[in-house]
């Protein structure tokens, strides 16, 4: 049976210790460190959980952008989340889609160190641009 995308986050809340609100569609999760990282985990309709975090204004110049470019090629430089530029504002993002269908909130937790890692280094790899 397949858990709902509000039951997933509950229960990765209660995972990670972190305050939930029960009829909550959004967790947010701030990252302590050399760089502040906000991730959010929200609801994307009942199948998945959308990973997302702002990693900061868009660097001038070509250089940042043939480097998201790579890095997004296979994921080779995201470990399977995407870079991507926020159509409304000149914001660099990470975001990555998570079935809900088949991973469980268990199976979540190594996914999300791993995007909390690549967000944390995308972040402080934007300041030296």
Known sequence: MQMSGQL????LA??????????????YLTLAGDVQVTVSLETSGVESVLLYAELGGVPSGDAFLQD???ANFL???TEGAVLALRPDDPVACLF??????????????PILK????VATNWQQRIRTY
């Open 114 to 117: 791993t995007f909390c890692e």
């Open 96 to 109: 990555r889609h998570v079935p809900t269908g088949v991973h469980c909130p268990d199976d979540c937790l």
């Open 8 to 11: 997933f986050l509950t229960e």
């Open 68 to 70: 998201i470019g790579r």
């Open 75 to 77: 994921g080779a430089g």
């Open 14 to 27: 209660r995972l990670l210790g972190a305050p939930q609100a029960e009829d909550s569609a959004v967790l």
